[in-house]
């Protein structure tokens, strides 16, 4: 995908030199990942990063975000050390910036995404000490900085299980960054764990969405998966879900599916939805949705509900 992009702009600057046009003053297509070297935030709000040796310009109101937040530009620029780190902030880290390039090589972002680290740890739970997790022998910190914050640790079915309750042995994985000999992570999921929560819930743990065009003829292509609990209904086989797409304040029908007991994980169901949805001159309707909810109209499940944003291709 990005080797793509960057084929695209190198063929859009042969074309323009081709046509006579003088492509060194165009603005042409960039993308970058690399370490960010320098971080500077600037009097008018901007920031100014260098990425292996590039200079961008990252000009106010430009989207960032790090692994688990959105970020504001202050808060990318921000020197003070992510936990058990001595760097700067997320200097030393790994930036992916795409935007527009210069004629002299300065890089103008639109969009900035950056990481101390891509650590990714999968393995089992070696020690518990009253919820302080050690991953394959790793002692594991949540995070809780604001431009980097931890989410509930949670089972493999998105579900928010407390730390303490999980069994030494358990299947376990951990994203983040490895510092000062400990893993920092954002997200941690085990295999087995009491939820944090005893009322019945219900999590999308994905959803994809293609746009088929022309929309009066051809629908488009939804699927949702997920998990609910089943501690309601200890005895029931199934649970039934309705799925809905939400444009704004409008919700619509897309359809129902069936959560099925998964028997390698008590109390949990898990559903897989699809749906090509109806050829429509709507001008909402006849797009792929961008957002869907799930809701568990079994009965006990009091209509236990999730919501998330669809991966549109």
Do not use: W
């Not at 695209?8 to 081709?18: E, G, R």
């Not at 002299?104 to 089992?124: R, S």
């Not at 994985?173 to 992570?185: D, L, P, Q």
């Amino acid at each position: 995908m990005k080797h793509t992009t960057l084929l695209k702009s190198t063929l859009a600057a042969a074309a323009l030199l081709f046509s006579g046009i003088d492509a060194s003053a165009q603005a042409l297509p960039a993308e970058v990942e690399g370490t960010a070297t320098a971080i500077t935030a600037n009097l008018d709000g901007s920031v100014t990063m260098t990425v292996m040796g590039m200079t961008v310009n990252v000009p106010t109101g430009t989207p960032a975000a790090s692994p688990s937040a959105t970020l504001t530009l202050a808060q990318l620029a921000d020197p003070a050390p992510l936990p058990n780190r001595t760097q700067a902030g997320f200097t030393g880290g790994t930036a992916i910036i795409t935007g527009t390039v210069a004629a002299n090589g300065v890089v103008t972002a639109e969009d900035v995404f950056v990481e101390p680290a891509e650590n990714v740890m999968l393995g089992i739970v070696t020690a518990n000490n009253a919820g302080a997790l050690s991953i394959n022998s790793v002692p594991i910190v949540m995070l809780n900085d604001p431009r980097m914050p931890a989410k509930p640790v949670q089972d493999v079915n998105g579900i928010a299980i407390i730390p303490a309750s999980i069994p030494v042995g358990t299947g376990a994985s951990a994203e983040g960054y490895f510092a000062n000999g400990v893993f920092n992570a954002f997200l941690v999921e085990a295999e087995q764990g009491t939820p944090v929560i005893s009322t019945p819930q219900v999590t999308i743990t994905r959803a994809l969405g293609r746009e088929r065009t022309p929309n009066n003829r051809r629908g488009d292509e939804v699927e949702v998966r997920g998990s609910c609990t089943t501690t309601h209904a200890p005895t029931a086989i199934t649970q039934s879900i309705i799925v809905y797409r939400i444009d704004g304040a409008t919700q619509t029908l897309l359809g129902t599916g069936t959560a099925t007991v998964d028997p390698a994980l008590p109390g949990v169901a898990n559903f897989v939805f699809r749906v090509t949805t109806p050829p429509s001159n709507d001008p909402v309707l006849g797009s792929c949705p961008t957002t869907v909810r799930v809701v568990n109209t079994s009965v006990g499940a009091n209509n236990a509900s999730a919501t998330s944003a669809v991966e549109v291709r």
